[in-house]
């Protein structure tokens, strides 16, 4: 997350269709200057060889983006065989290469219910995780392999959409924490010949689809008020969580940093609940709270929604 201080306060989530060969980061400082905001950050980062889903969080929807992260993503993903590469992708140095065997679909179906369901992945090397304070891809450039804990991690689906000798194209629907290259090499590895990932594209990050994400000449050619009805409420990714009205006294107790007494109703009757929920006046949004087990409402994180947007 980056700020400006010459900037606009602005607050919403926009979601670009990244384009092929740019960084995450470089991405959102394309669309930040287009919106001249102070505050941004994004929610799980794309390679420079992915495309597709990157949701951008702008001035207090940084908040939120912690959260963003743990939501599942789709990917369709399309897998060299016979080619091994040291990042895992088409754009590192081939390491080895093998020829590939005949396979049939039965063969290919048999592999990818392997790797369906709770299992255990190896991070790649060249990942942002970190290894003793340095993170794993600045070891990788030195020529430095170090021992990685597999994490769990769970493969909701792995379908097959295209196969060709050489090729295989997947639709994943993964969890947080799947490594697509780390997938693809595994699933090479079982078919016993190896693979790196040839193409990906990220279709769905928790409740955002790629149906509704913008590339960036489109959002180029926009006036500005177009280009703002693009951003989405920052409370949009909270939706699951329970939401609670505040009166005007309560709102500003809450402000105050102070707890208020509150009562849920549910089918007629009142009761207590815990955990944390969404606090609104009327309409606005003041963040989030949460519900203690003497019936109090505690403000937890909150919200300052000031525009700066026309």
């Known amino acids: 997350m980056s700020k400006r201080k010459s900037g606009c306060n602005i607050h919403g989530i926009l979601l670009l269709d990244k384009r092929l060969g740019v960084s995450s980061n470089k991405a959102l400082q394309e669309v930040r200057r287009l919106f001249n905001a102070n505050k941004a950050g994004h929610t799980g980062s794309l390679d420079p060889l992915a495309t597709g889903l990157l949701p951008l969080c702008f001035g207090e929807a940084t908040k939120v983006s912690a959260l963003m992260l743990d939501d599942n993503k789709r990917y369709q993903v399309v897998i060299q065989l016979g080619v091994m590469t040291d990042t895992g992708d088409r754009e590192g140095t081939v390491i080895e290469t093998k020829p590939v065997p005949e396979l049939s679909i039965d063969d290919i179906h048999a592999c990818l219910e ?18 003793n304070g ?56 079982t078919l016993g010949c190896g693979g790196t990932v040839k193409e990906l594209r990220r279709l769905e990050a928790g409740q955002f689809n790629i149906e509704n994400a913008r590339t960036i000449e489109q959002l180029t050619a926009m006036d ?87």
Do not use: W
């Open 224 to 310: 500005q008020q177009s280009l703002f009805q693009c951003l989405i409420n920052v409370d949009k990714p909270l939706e699951a969580l329970p939401a609670v009205q505040l009166s005007g006294e309560q709102t500003i107790r809450i402000k105050y940093g102070q707890s208020v007494d509150l009562l849920f109703k549910m089918n007629g009757r009142l009761e207590n609940r815990q955990g944390t929920v969404r606090m609104y006046n009327d309409a606005v949004f003041l963040g989030l709270g949460e519900m203690l087990m003497d019936g109090k409402l505690a403000p937890k994180k909150l919200f300052n929604m000031n525009n700066d947007m026309l």
């Open 114 to 131: 392997k790797f369906t369901g709770e299992i255990d992945q190896v991070p790649p090397m060249y990942s942002a995780l970190k290894h």
């Open 134 to 189: 340095k993170k794993l891809y600045e070891l990788a450039r030195e020529g430095k392999t170090v021992e990685r804990k597999a994490r769990h991690i769970i493969i909701y689906e792995l379908k097959l959409l295209d196969f060709s000798k050489d090729q295989l194209a997947l639709d994943v629907f993964c969890s947080k924490g799947t490594y697509i290259r780390s997938l693809a090499e595994d699933i090479g590895h």
